[in-house]
């Protein structure tokens, strides 16, 4: 996806994973993090209590190790070693993960490859999380790059990171229309802090009526209702390119 210069892509999309891409995807990944806080520190710590949904997996590490008592010095040192063990232990505990993906998925991806859309990741997962996520529910090779929970601490920085990869690859430019597809307010938020257009979808925990009070620019019941010409902004009124 060499595009040069003079010819970026007309549209570029990014996506959250969870709720958004895959669902119900089981309780390995949070178990991940409750057994690297383990291996680590020694310390039992749960997830319960933390509204995980939308939040970044250094923030819910951070959560959890506070709420089992330990000083935020501490929990600033142990950081890099419970974010590498969490990756280590989900990448051999995943499911298979295919009859998770949410609707209309698959079929969007493919056509959106195939019609020479860009597609990346701008996820709360650690990066060998989401990428193994991806690889169990078989939809990895769509995923051209992305930006992952330990490369910044706001979701609204990790799309800064992607965009930047973006323009830096050729994949987008000042003309290319760029969607963020999330299926939380923390998403609508972090594409508008980013100027660029925003695609909720109600497939996880938040109902349509609450994305709807984040004013997304584009409010969907799945991703079965989006295509490829809605992506490069065809026949949707005030889409013609960045905000
Ligand atoms: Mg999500």
New binding site residues.
Partial sequence: MAAGRDTPPKALVLF?????LVRRAGPHHREALVEAVRRVSGLESTTDGIPV??MLDGDILRLMMRAAGVPAPRIRAAMPAVMAAAQEIYHGACPDLRRRVCPGVRTLLSRTLRAGIPIGLVTGNLSRIGWRKLECAGIKDYFLFGAFAEQASSRAALVRIALRQAWQNGWANRRTLISLV???PN?ILAARRNKIRSIAVAT?LSSRDELAGHRPDLLLEDLRALTPAMLRGEGLPGNSGRK
């Fill in positions: 959250d994973i969870d709720g958004t949904q939308g999330g299926d939380h998403d996880g």
